[in-house]
């Protein structure tokens, strides 16, 4: 048997483990708990270190708050005009400062460290207030006096007969001498004040002639023999100095001229309208110079000549909207600063004023009036660009109102009606404004405060237009602003109204031929363009069409169908929803789908209304989904998919309705009325917008073998994903969520 090896060890066992070794030795006559005695001192000499940490810790960061305080507090006291001021205002604000902090150390020993070590930067904080107050102390005393001289030359210059330059050198010297002897000058600052002097006397006799003319004054100064003391950067500043206060003497000049003249016109037109019916029209000769003198000749004869037209019944009361369209935006142009200044109008070849033009067919006595208000206006700074925004408003409103753009070579009430309204709009904004409404809300037709809420009143109704122009027909020498659509002999009114139909005014004045084209009803109820030369044109021929749709006013289409004010006049509160879904979800963006929308919309506030539970919940977790997408809040995407489903269905059905066999299976579905290529179209192009939301609701239904939902339902057949829309009110409220977000103008929503 074979015998297996041993071996022998050579050396002891050791008491050593590894390379661990213990600092913790035993001998054989000591007990364990005795060897563990250094072991337990040493604990607690570390505790104790680690609370020493801790206090200063807590210490340090009371010190750097504190700190932080007294910064502030040493900047404060650095304000002060005297030492004294300064550094007791620091020392109140340090004492409230420790008292503050000390009182948050949590024991003794921070609340020692804190007082030991708090105090370390107060000498250098007192040093800096000390040092700067007594700057400000002397510049305090420095600046007195230099006040004193001031005012003391001031009154020199002012009594000429008494100033001597001697004696007012001699009584400011002494002044400047007080600082010497107070230490706050040094003899050096002395002499250069005494060599300022000469000037400083004749920079204030340069100003005292600018306060009555700084023109004259700034003449004087570009002769270098005059005030010759001022010199150098000095003589530059006082004369730009004297520019700018002679161009504000200029214009205060013309704006208390403007004002003096203004005033005056209106008291003459006020004669001149009367408001006593037995009383004699116009003003008595002998009396314009007496109580309605301008004081300029050329503006005292056109008063009289005004006069004179009134006395002799030579003015006429018609007016013309346009011209005072015209002369409106001179005023607002600044290109006329008041009722008597002559100006140009487009075809014109001599200057006329304002005045010269009342009586003449152009302007009335209430146009006059009207313009003398909006003068006064555009000397009112707060009110000239509120002038500006409300005709603005009224070039954009005017068109409902107008009728026909041709309107006024027919209708005789044409320019009455819509000068009456444009006073009549102005008189409220001006009201509004005096009462402090804003102008945005005066001219939202959404504002309880809209000054145009009654606009309908002014609107000439379509029987209105064709007894104007039949009128107008009928006559042998029918009365016209241009004498072109004059009616020939033996014309027809048939004939007259085709020929003239034919023709337009440009802005010029000048007479050219439309471009005609053939009008559908579509073309019409579309909004196309009837006339390109011309704005919002009537078509007239319409008028007497047994197709009473064709009726219908057209305008350009960089107008957007009248979108802006039709819209905001006839769509209320919702114009941008309606107009986003007639753009983007409709698609057809007729002004007539626009109303459509607009008239289901109103039902919701019949009584009874009520939105389906299934549709309300739907709309919730859709409008969840897509919070925030592209600035789309949760509250607008559920007001949107609200309205957009009474809109599409009104929550009557989830199949749209139609009689095409062929395409029946595929027809919209859902209360938002969704059709599946539109449905694909958005799962395929806006993948980034279905988010982890939409996937949590609807992964685990419709993933399938597909990473996420949204690809599972874009690999559905088309009748599985239109069966789907129909059944799942929560997917379809969401694709129309997913439609509102990547396709609706977000700076209108």
């Known amino acids: 048997m074979a015998k297996i090896p041993t071996f022998e060890a050579t050396v002891a066992p050791t008491a050593e483990v590894g390379a661990v070794k213990s600092n913790i030795q035993v001998s054989?006559?000591?007990?364990?708990?005795?060897?563990?005695?250094?072991?337990?001192?040493?604990?607690?000499?570390?505790?104790?270190?680690?609370?020493?940490?801790?206090?200063?810790?807590?210490?340090?960061?009371?010190?750097?708050?504190?700190?932080?305080?007294?910064?502030?507090?040493?900047?404060?006291a650095k304000?002060?005009?005297?030492?004294d001021e300064g550094v007791n205002f620091f020392n109140a604000g340090y004492k409230q400062v420790v008292d503050k902090y000390k009182s948050k150390a949590s024991n003794n020993y921070i609340q020692r460290y804190f007082d030991l070590n708090i105090s370390s930067n107060k000498p250098s904080y007192v040093n800096n207030i000390l040092k700067q107050t007594r700057a400000n102390m002397v510049k305090t005393r420095v600046d007195q006096v230099s006040r004193e001289v001031t005012n003391e030359i001031t009154t020199a210059v002012e009594d000429k007969n008494s100033f001597n330059f001697a004696i007012l050198a001699e009584s400011i010297t002494s002044k400047y001498q007080g600082l010497v002897n107070d230490g706050l000058i040094s003899e050096a600052d002395l002499e250069i004040y005494k060599r300022q002097l000469p000037a400083l006397v004749e920079t204030e006799m340069v100003r005292k002639i600018a306060n009555d003319n700084a023109f004259a004054a700034l003449a004087s100064l570009d002769d270098p023999k005059n005030y010759s003391s001022i010199t150098g950067e000095d003589r530059l500043k006082l004369k730009k100095e004297l520019r700018e206060l002679s161009t504000f003497q200029k214009n205060m000049v013309n704006y208390q001229t403007n004002i003096n003249l203004i005033?005056?016109?209106?008291?003459?037109?006020?004669?001149?309208?009367?408001?006593?019916?037995?009383?004699?029209?116009?003003?008595?000769?002998?009396?314009?110079?007496?109580?309605?003198?301008?004081?300029?000749?050329?503006?005292?004869?056109?008063?009289?000549?005004?006069?004179?037209?009134?006395?002799?019944?030579?003015?006429?009361?018609?007016?013309?909207?346009?011209?005072?369209?015209?002369?409106?935006?001179?005023?607002?142009n600044n290109e006329i600063k008041h009722p008597f200044e002559k100006f140009l109008l487009p075809g014109e070849t001599e200057a006329k004023s304002i005045t010269e033009r009342v009586g003449d067919?152009?302007?009335?006595?209430?146009?006059?009036?009207?313009?003398?208000n909006i003068f006064d206006n555009q000397q009112n700074s707060q009110l000239i660009e509120a002038n500006k925004q409300f005709f603005n408003f009224m070039d954009k409103v005017i068109p409902l109102i107008e009728g026909s753009v041709s309107s006024k070579y027919f209708d005789e009430n044409y320019n009455n009606r819509l000068s009456s309204f444009r006073q009549d709009m102005h008189s409220k904004f001006i009201n509004g404004i005096r009462n402090n409404i804003p102008v945005a809300k005066l001219l939202d037709s959404t504002s309880e405060e809209y000054i145009a809420k009654d606009i309908l009143d002014y609107t000439p109704t379509k029987s209105t237009i064709r007894d104007a122009l039949l009128t107008t027909a009928k006559k042998k020498e029918p009365v016209l602003v241009n004498t072109f659509f004059k009616k020939k002999v033996d014309e027809t009114p048939s004939d007259y109204i085709n020929r003239i139909t034919e023709f337009y005014v440009k802005e010029d004045g000048s007479i050219d031929k439309r471009k005609k084209k053939e009008v559908t009803k579509e073309d019409v109820m579309?909004?196309?363009?009837?006339?390109?030369?011309?704005?919002?044109?009537?078509?007239?021929?319409?008028?007497?069409?047994?197709?009473?749709?064709?009726?219908?006013?057209?305008?350009?289409?960089?107008?957007?169908?009248?979108a802006g004010f039709l819209g905001d006049l006839f769509l209320g509160k919702d114009k941008v929803l309606i107009k986003n879904w007639n753009k983007h979800y409709q698609t057809d963006d007729t002004f007539v789908n626009a109303l459509k929308a607009k008239k289901r919309l109103n039902r919701m506030n019949e009584p009874g209304y009520k939105i389906p539970n299934d549709a309300i919940s739907a709309i919730e977790n859709a409008a969840t989904n897509f919070d925030g997408d592209r600035g789309f809040s949760k509250e607008t995407l559920i007001d949107y998919l609200t309205k957009i489903g009474?809109?599409?269905?009104?929550?009557?059905?989830?199949?749209?309705?139609?009689?095409?066999?062929?395409?029946?299976?595929?027809?919209?579905?859902?209360?938002?009325?969704?059709?599946?290529?539109?449905?694909?179209?958005?799962?395929?192009?806006?993948?980034p917008i279905f988010g982890d939301n939409f996937e949590s609701t609807f992964s685990k239904k419709y993933k399938g073998k597909y990473e996420t939902a949204r690809e599972g339902l874009l690999n559905l057949e088309d009748e599985d994903l239109v069966n789907l829309l129909e059944k799942d009110d929560t997917l379809a409220a969401n694709i129309a969520a997913a439609l509102i977000v990547t396709r609706f103008n977000t700076e209108e929503a």
Do not use: C, H
Request: glycine residues 4%; proline residues 3%.
């Open 28 to 76: 054989p006559k000591d007990t364990l708990a005795g060897a563990l005695v250094p072991a337990a001192d040493a604990i607690t000499q570390f505790y104790v270190k680690e609370k020493e940490i801790s206090n200063k810790v807590e210490g340090g960061q009371l010190i750097a708050d504190a700190n932080q305080e007294l910064l502030e507090i040493k900047e404060q």
């Open 79 to 83: 304000l002060k005009a005297t030492p």
């Open 263 to 332: 005033e005056s016109k209106k008291k003459v037109v006020a004669v001149l309208k009367g408001n006593k019916p037995d009383a004699p029209l116009g003003i008595k000769p002998d009396e314009i110079s007496l109580y309605y003198s301008t004081g300029n000749e050329e503006y005292d004869n056109q008063i009289t000549e005004l006069n004179n037209k009134v006395i002799n019944n030579q003015i006429s009361k018609d007016n013309n909207y346009l011209v005072n369209d015209k002369i409106i935006k001179k005023i607002l």
């Open 361 to 372: 067919g152009s302007i009335n006595l209430d146009d006059d009036n009207f313009f003398n």
């Open 526 to 562: 579309k909004g196309s363009v009837l006339d390109e030369e011309t704005d919002n044109e009537f078509n007239f021929l319409n008028i007497f069409s047994s197709d009473a749709e064709a009726s219908q006013i057209s305008m350009k289409n960089e107008d957007a169908q009248q």
């Open 646 to 687: 009474q809109i599409e269905s009104q929550y009557e059905t989830k199949i749209q309705r139609g009689n095409n066999p062929e395409i029946k299976n595929f027809y919209a579905r859902s209360y938002w009325q969704i059709e599946v290529e539109t449905a694909k179209d958005i799962l395929k192009n806006s993948a």
